[in-house]
């Protein structure tokens, strides 16, 4: 729950951690014929709008501009504390490599929102030192 990742920082800790290795894995797909075929109908002034969950910025990679996220995109971060949305996911993944140049953690499972299943002996020393959410650009 959203409240949670924003009050409990063991909740917070424990998400980052998941999505750290979750990324790399879920930043590499690529749109599909589908992702294309809305890119090329946007183009072609067929759709109007795209309302979409859009998570994995696959429609956004397959070229769409016109459209709201319901969830957010993963592959853009803000600050909840002051706002600042300059910070892309691929830059936190440096800045979190950094903070734990010895930690490591593996899953054979990725969830539809980047993040894997950890368990708290996994998590280890796993360290947070930022304040940042999946940045969001619900339009409606």
């Not at 909740?11 to 930043?27: C, E, K, V």
């Not at 600042?84 to 830059?91: F, P, V």
């Amino acid at each position: 729950m959203y409240q949670e990742f924003l009050t409990k920082p063991k909740r917070y800790r424990m998400y980052w951690a998941r999505n750290y290795i979750g990324w790399p894995t879920f930043s590499s797909f690529q749109p599909n014929q589908t992702h294309q075929t809305f890119a090329k109908w946007e183009k072609q002034g067929r759709v109007f709008w795209h309302v979409t969950q859009n998570v994995d910025s696959l429609l956004t990679k397959a070229g769409c501009e016109l459209l709201s996220e319901l969830h957010g995109c993963s592959a853009r971060v803000v600050c909840v504390d002051c706002g600042y949305k300059d910070l892309t996911r691929h830059q936190l993944q440096t800045i979190i490599a950094k903070d734990n140049p010895t930690w490591t953690a593996y899953s054979n499972t990725i969830n539809p929102d980047a993040d894997v299943y950890l368990t708290e002996e996994q998590l280890g020393d796993f360290k947070v030192n930022f304040r940042l959410k999946f940045d969001s650009k619900l339009l409606l």
